[in-house]
């Protein structure tokens, strides 16, 4: 089992920047996929970026170029920095895992997920 815990939420202005992270607990391998996913009220989850530490990140379109997606070296901390914030950017982001490299970007592929953390991007 692997647990997962996001922090670094909360409230912030349009073109702000925001950092999340999200630390794993358990049985977590170097050989796990992490990834951000995101909700908006009354929308789906979406991914927003994957980190791989064999294959390397993907990012949504929706997020290239103003994103960063890195892990620390112990293998546990996934963290998450995303610059010039707008508004559309308010969601919960979730943290999630999966066994494997491979950085898939749909949720039926994640199994492991953290409790979510509330972003707030003021106008």
């Known amino acids: 089992q692997v647990q997962l815990t996001e922090s670094g939420g909360g409230l912030v202005q349009a073109g702000g920047s925001l950092r999340l992270s999200c630390t794993a607990s358990g049985l977590i391998e170097s050989s796990h996929t992490m990834a951000w996913f995101r909700q908006a009220p009354g929308k789906d989850r979406e991914f927003v970026a994957a980190h791989s530490l064999t294959l390397g990140t993907e990012k949504a379109d929706s997020v290239k170029g103003r994103l960063t997606i890195s892990r620390d070296n112990d293998r546990k901390t996934l963290r998450l920095r995303m610059n010039s914030l707008k508004p559309e950017d308010t969601a919960v982001y979730y943290c999630?895992?999966?066994?494997?490299?491979?950085?898939?970007?749909?949720?039926?592929?994640?199994?492991?997920w953290g409790q979510g953390i509330q972003v707030t991007v003021s106008s």
């Open positions: 999630a895992a999966r066994s494997g490299s491979v950085t898939y970007s749909t949720t039926e592929e994640y199994i492991y």
